[in-house]
């Protein structure tokens, strides 16, 4: 089955730039999806397609996607985007096509 | 805009069965697929299995396929899903939500369901 793979934990500043990868092999002819989780709260989608925003999600959060790694980038951030983040990608090959990395923690310093 | 709410939390014995619900709102609720994702404690995301109101068909993740049961309920706008033969490894908060195509588009904000003896 199809993996996916995110580092446990990315620590950033305040107003600078955030990058959580996701890793999988040949990632770049997939479309990948991420998800913001904050304890207590229904998790998030903030890039859908790669690179595409809903409605509501600010333009200083992005995603890129090539290769083998797929990008979350947060621009300037803030002590609010401090969450898990998950990446997604659909497989059908897989037994359960909706197919997670295990997860980014970032934290605001 | 689609809003799902769940059921409270649950503690259940080693053993026994939950059936988890989310009711949704604000959307045509046959016209959507509910999907159930679980997150373990230190664990990342899990796809359960989901439901097609509209035609009432389930289909779940073979890692779940003998415990789980989905069903939905179109008269009340309402999603369910049971697990039974619970085990200690089935503590976790279990999320319904709505699929656009290949992405979870709406989320419930979770149930805890917490199996100890």
């Known amino acids: 089955s199809y993996e996916l793979t995110q580092p446990p934990s990315v620590s950033v500043a305040p107003g600078q730039t955030a990058r959580i990868p996701c890793g999988g092999n040949n990632i770049g002819t997939k479309s990948v999806h991420w998800y913001q989780l904050k304890p207590g709260q229904a998790p998030l989608l903030v890039v859908y397609d790669d690179s595409d925003r809903p409605s509501g999600i600010p333009e200083r959060i992005s995603g890129s996607n090539s290769g083998n790694t797929a990008t979350l980038t947060i621009n300037r951030v803030e002590a609010g985007d401090e969450a898990d983040y998950y990446c997604q990608v659909w497989d059908f090959s897989s037994d359960h096509p909706w197919v997670f990395g295990g997860g980014t923690k970032l934290t605001v310093l | 805009q689609v809003q799902l709410v769940q059921s409270g939390a649950e503690v259940k014995k080693p053993g026994s069965s939950v059936k988890v619900s989310c009711k949704a709102s604000?959307?045509?609720?046959?016209?959507?697929?509910i999907n159930w994702v679980r997150q373990a404690p230190g664990q990342g995301l899990e796809w359960m299995g989901r439901?097609?109101?509209?035609?009432?068909?389930?289909n779940y993740a073979q890692n779940f396929q003998e415990r789980v049961t989905i069903t939905a309920d179109k008269s009340t706008s309402t999603a369910y899903m049971e697990l039974s033969s619970l085990r200690s490894g089935d503590t976790a908060v279990y999320y319904c939500?709505?699929?656009?195509?290949?992405?979870?588009?709406?989320w419930g904000q979770g149930t805890l369901v917490t199996v100890s003896s």
């Open positions: 939500a709505t699929n656009r195509g290949r992405y979870f588009n709406y």
């Open positions: 604000g959307g045509t609720f046959s016209s959507y697929t």
């Open positions: 439901i097609i109101p509209t035609v009432g068909v389930a």
